[in-house]
């Protein structure tokens, strides 16, 4: 998302500079440049600690440097009236980057992936449980109240926002995040990853992406072995994350062998992948609506297949799906209701179909990257104004 955004104001002839760590999302060992510039973006690499996301207090000393290191850089860069857009992760960066803009004169563009420490304390995380989560919610306040702007990913985290600090309602902007319609079409059903990863003939359920806390995978589980009487119908995992070596070692447990585990594929290769599936699963833990917003719903649109989210039959995604008649809503916990609507569309597939082109439909219409820039330029305009 923050790349699409940089490169699309860079090539139309602002000033762009982005300002990041030299580590990979899944190598903390990668010792990326320290600056470049690419297609006139100008990116500057800080310096931080090494530990990686595996481990929690080394992820935090990791996010604790990139605060430092970053909010100095910042405030070099910056100069009176600049627009400094601070993305939530990692969280509160917010902070640290309001202190440099308000220092130098220019002006904050929040732009919330996610609502912190909120997302922490109904994980049940007891890093933001008593002072800690108090200061966090103090530095995140602040950071709403001094922003320009606000940009939230949905209706329902607007609310929150809104719910959480009164006093910035009228200057927040919903622009969901989005997909490149031009890279991601939708693939026929017979390709030559389904034939590599084994999956020819059978009706593909797929989980696409991020395998983190904030994801609801036991519905999914449970279903599949409601269904593992149905050879027919297989399930596929792709991507990473802190539920995946748990979600390996069940499938092992209950003996699911229609369950297989692949790694995140290549923007390159991103299209095939998300092709192969018939009908892809999108899931967010119900104490989550209105913090959260997984961007995977945006790639199955473009890749035109349906859609199930799993969680809060009401919640943002739950809405849009059921609107634009491209897929299907369960509560968390429905293992009944997902297998029993799995099965239904493996034994239609015409209805399938017509879900997938209401998918690519709806894609087009709201959801692909032109009509998210064209956005974006109007909420930068009213920032800088």
Same mark, same amino acid.
């Given at each position: 998302?923050?790349?699409?955004?940089? %490169?699309?104001?860079?090539?139309?002839?602002?000033?762009?500079?982005?300002?990041?760590?030299?580590?990979?999302?899944?190598?903390?060992?990668?010792?990326?440049?320290?600056?470049?510039?690419?297609?006139?973006?100008? #990116?500057?690499?800080?310096?931080?600690?090494? &530990?990686?996301?595996?481990?929690?207090?080394?992820?935090?000393?990791?996010?604790?440097?990139?605060?430092? &290191?970053?909010?100095?850089?910042?405030?070099?860069?910056?100069?009176?009236?600049?627009?400094?857009?601070?993305?939530?992760?990692?969280? !509160?960066?917010?902070?640290?980057?309001?202190?440099?803009?308000?220092?130098?004169?220019?002006?904050?563009?929040?732009?919330?992936?996610?609502?912190?420490?909120?997302?922490?304390?109904?994980?049940?995380?007891?890093?933001?449980?008593?002072?800690?989560?108090? !200061?966090?919610?103090?530095?995140?306040?602040?950071?709403?109240?001094?922003?320009?702007?606000?940009?939230?990913?949905?209706?329902?985290?607007?609310?929150?926002?809104?719910?959480?600090?009164?006093?910035?309602?009228?200057?927040?902007?919903?622009?969901?995040?989005?997909?490149?319609?031009?890279?991601?079409?939708?693939?026929?059903?017979?390709?030559?990853? =389904?034939?590599?990863?084994?999956?020819?003939? =059978? %009706?593909?359920?797929?989980?696409?992406?991020?395998?983190?806390?904030?994801?609801?995978?036991?519905?999914?589980?449970?279903?599949?072995? /409601?269904?593992?009487?149905?050879?027919?119908?297989? %399930?596929?995992?792709?991507?990473?994350?802190?539920?995946?070596?748990?979600?390996?070692?069940?499938?092992?447990?209950?003996?699911?062998?229609? #369950?297989?585990?692949?790694?995140?594929?290549?923007?390159?290769?991103?299209?095939?992948?998300?092709?192969?599936?018939?009908?892809?699963?999108?899931?967010?833990?119900?104490?989550?609506?209105?913090?959260?917003?997984?961007?995977? &719903?945006?790639?199955?649109?473009?890749?035109?297949?349906?859609?199930?989210? /799993?969680?809060?039959?009401?919640?943002?995604?739950?809405? /849009? +799906?059921?609107?634009?008649?491209?897929?299907?809503?369960?509560?968390?916990?429905?293992?009944?209701?997902?297998?029993?609507?799995?099965?239904?569309?493996?034994?239609?597939?015409?209805?399938?179909?017509?879900?997938?082109?209401?998918?690519?439909? +709806?894609?087009?219409?709201?959801?692909?990257?032109?009509?998210?820039?064209?956005?974006?330029?109007?909420?930068?305009?009213?920032?800088?104004?």
């Amino acid at each position: 998302m923050l790349s699409d955004l940089a %490169f699309h104001l860079a090539r139309q002839g602002r000033e762009v500079h982005v300002v990041t760590s030299r580590q990979r999302y899944d190598d903390a060992a990668a010792d990326l440049p320290a600056s470049e510039v690419r297609d006139n973006l100008h #990116i500057h690499r800080v310096w931080t600690s090494r &530990f990686g996301r595996a481990w929690l207090p080394g992820r935090s000393l990791d996010y604790f440097s990139f605060y430092v &290191f970053s909010a100095f850089r910042v405030a070099r860069l910056a100069r009176q009236g600049d627009l400094v857009v601070a993305m939530t992760d990692p969280p !509160l960066v917010s902070f640290p980057a309001a202190l440099a803009a308000g220092w130098r004169g220019a002006r904050l563009v929040n732009w919330l992936q996610d609502i912190f420490p909120e997302v922490a304390e109904r994980l049940g995380l007891s890093a933001v449980r008593g002072p800690a989560g108090a !200061l966090a919610r103090w530095a995140r306040g602040y950071s709403l109240r001094v922003a320009a702007l606000s940009v939230v990913l949905g209706d329902r985290m607007r609310e929150t926002v809104v719910r959480l600090e009164p006093r910035c309602a009228n200057r927040i902007a919903v622009i969901h995040n989005w997909a490149d319609g031009g890279a991601l079409r939708p693939q026929p059903h017979v390709s030559p990853l =389904r034939t590599q990863w084994g999956l020819e003939g =059978r %009706f593909v359920v797929a989980y696409s992406g991020n395998m983190g806390r904030a994801h609801d995978f036991d519905t999914a589980i449970d279903a599949c072995e /409601i269904l593992r009487g149905e050879p027919a119908i297989a %399930f596929l995992f792709i991507g990473d994350g802190y539920q995946r070596p748990r979600l390996e070692r069940e499938a092992r447990r209950r003996g699911l062998a229609s #369950i297989s585990f692949h790694p995140y594929q290549s923007r390159e290769q991103l299209g095939a992948s998300l092709g192969v599936a018939d009908v892809h699963l999108v899931s967010l833990l119900p104490a989550l609506e209105g913090l959260v917003v997984p961007s995977k &719903f945006y790639g199955v649109l473009a890749a035109g297949r349906p859609v199930i989210v /799993i969680g809060d039959p009401h919640g943002e995604l739950a809405r /849009i +799906a059921l609107e634009a008649r491209c897929g299907l809503a369960l509560a968390a916990g429905d293992a009944a209701g997902l297998a029993g609507a799995i099965r239904a569309l493996s034994d239609d597939p015409a209805r399938c179909a017509s879900l997938g082109i209401n998918a690519r439909e +709806a894609f087009e219409a709201r959801y692909d990257r032109p009509y998210a820039m064209a956005l974006w330029e109007k909420a930068l305009e009213q920032a800088a104004r």
